[in-house]
């Protein structure tokens, strides 16, 4: 039997390069090339030991900036691929760096621009690589967009953005506003919802939707800049340092549309909210469109300026609820599609099951599988999937208790709680006792014996044949198991 990966067991290396390559690459694509080069690059992975990942640079400088700058996000990748990391521990090794940094197998060829600015996603693959080999211009604008705009992630696109009922109204919006921007009662577009539901997707989206329309018929683009709100301060800063906040307002007032994700990063960030407000306003009084996310609604922005709440309102607000059962279920499916590699629905079902909270943490557990699957030449099975996802579906256990379960059952069923551990075997009394046996065993990490014991002091054996009872009734009586899943899912969401 081969070993589980996960930090509790140190991945093994060819997995652990893998994915600190994946979490790189994301890094790149976020904050740009020029940035992932100045401030990034050399940084080397040392080890994942538990719930550390420790990093080192070749400066303190760098590290300190590191730290500051992209700490978070470092600490958020890494836990989309190994939930149970807790910390990212940055050293200063002063060779580090340097070696790796040559050999960087991701690299993108970087084709210098005019503005000394590297473009180093000529060398992306993907449905839209082509749209992203841009062409500078006279004007100073790379087709499209503006040159100062983020990259787009090409997977992000309307045709990979899977609707269901939490994200249609979202979805709607989106695309309402991609295809007339400005229009009015659409403008602000305020996107907001939790984490890894999908913001940032539908945010690309709508950039490449109007890049490619502009492409498409004829009358040139509209340019469109995407960066997220931190970055926006970023460049703010520098603007002020190096006395070019004119040159900094000017290229972003000549946008027609400006998409700024994550906007809760400038909760208390005054000066900065500041600008952004008169942005804001110069824009769309101009009869430009603006596209906003966040982690909240402008209501609740608290930290953010009244103001500024208020005109963010003014549009269309539109919430990404958190995902269905049988949403993850469809966007599994969609990635497995585009993945071409087969998984079982029982898999698929599984997943969605365990990974409820975050879309990110659950298509990063279907690549690992599908890594895995390639990796060592074999299918994706349930066996399998149990064994590489180990670390992941732990942090994941919700801890459902028994007296829970045993509560649930009682009242799905009408019976008394007591009935549970009373020795009555009467059948509307007994086949409930068996399904909440089944349901500790499934949703539990409790021992046989344990459960019997809590189950009116049974024995183990009893426990195990409502085990198998209630699984072979679940086969031969789809509307029974219906019930006992619909149970489950009540008791895990
Ligand atoms: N409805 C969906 N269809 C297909 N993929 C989705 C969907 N929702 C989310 N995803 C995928 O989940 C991942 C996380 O989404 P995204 O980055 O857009 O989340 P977010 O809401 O911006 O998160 P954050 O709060 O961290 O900024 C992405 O890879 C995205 O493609």
């Known amino acids: 039997m081969e070993k589980a990966v996960g930090p509790s067991s140190p991945p093994a290396s060819a997995q652990l390069a893998e994915v600190w390559a994946r979490i790189r690459g994301r890094l790149r694509e976020e904050f740009g ?118 990259p787009l992630d090409p997977r992000f696109t309307f045709d990979t953005f899977v609707v269901g009922k939490p994200n249609e109204f979202a979805h709607a919006c989106a695309r309402r506003v991609a295809e007339r921007p400005a229009s009015p009662g659409f403008n602000p577009l305020f996107l907001y919802g939790g984490v890894g539901l999908g913001k940032t997707h539908l945010m690309h989206a709508i950039a490449w939707a109007i890049r490619e329309r502009g492409a498409q018929d004829g009358r040139g683009s509209l340019t469109v800049a995407y960066m997220s709100a931190e970055k926006f301060m970023y460049r703010f800063i520098a603007a002020l340092r190096s006395q070019s906040t004119m040159e900094f307002k000017e290229s972003l007032r000549s946008v027609d549309v400006l998409l700024i994700d994550d906007l809760q990063f400038l909760i208390g960030k005054d000066n900065t909210q500041e600008e952004f407000f008169h942005t804001f306003n110069a824009l769309v009084d101009a009869g430009k469109q603006i596209i906003v996310s966040s982690d909240k609604p402008p209501a609740d922005l608290a930290g953010i300026e009244d103001r500024l709440r208020t005109r963010l309102g003014q549009g269309m607000v539109a919430d990404l609820h958190a995902t269905t059962y049988e949403l993850r279920i469809s966007i599994l499916q969609a990635k497995v599609q585009q993945a071409g590699v ?120 009893t426990v195990m044949h409502a085990v198998s009872r209630v699984a072979e009734l679940m086969q031969q009586d789809s509307a029974f198991a219906e019930d006992v899943e619909l149970l489950r899912r009540m008791l895990e969401t």
């Not at 080069?37 to 030991?49: C, E, G, K, N, V």
């Not at 990391?85 to 060779?95: A, K, T």
């Not at 197998?105 to 080999?133: C, F, I, K, L």
């Open 33 to 150: 090339e020029v940035e992932y080069r100045t401030w990034l690059r050399q940084m080397t992975l040392s080890s994942l030991q538990g719930e550390e990942v420790v990093i080192v640079l070749p400066t303190r400088f760098l590290r300190d900036w590191v730290r500051s700058h992209y700490g978070d996000r470092l600490q958020a990748l890494w836990r989309a691929e190994y939930p149970s990391v807790r910390r990212i521990e940055l050293r200063v090794v002063p060779e580090a760096g340097r070696r790796d940094a040559p050999a960087d197998p991701d690299e993108p060829e970087a084709r210098p621009q005019p503005n000394g600015h590297a473009e180093g996603r000529a060398g992306s693959v993907g449905p839209r690589a082509a749209e992203q080999r841009h062409e500078p211009r006279a004007d100073g604008r790379v087709d499209g967009r503006a040159d100062w705009s983020a």
């Open 342 to 461: 087969p998984v079982p629905d029982k898999v698929l079902e599984f997943l969605s099951h365990k990974i409820t909270s975050n879309v990110r943490e659950l298509e990063g557990a279907l690549n690992r599988l599908i890594a895995h699957a390639n990796l060592f030449g074999r299918p994706v099975t349930m066996e399998g999937a149990q064994e590489v996802l180990h670390d992941v579906l732990r942090a994941h256990d919700r801890r459902v208790t028994i007296e829970e379960i045993q509560k649930r059952v009682a009242e799905h069923y009408n019976i008394r709680l007591s009935d549970m551990s009373s020795p009555r075997r009467a059948r509307n009394v007994a086949r409930p006792r068996q399904v909440a046996m089944y349901l500790a065993k499934q949703l539990t990490t409790r021992s046989l014996p344990e459960i019997g014991r809590r189950f009116g002091g049974r024995d183990h054996t």
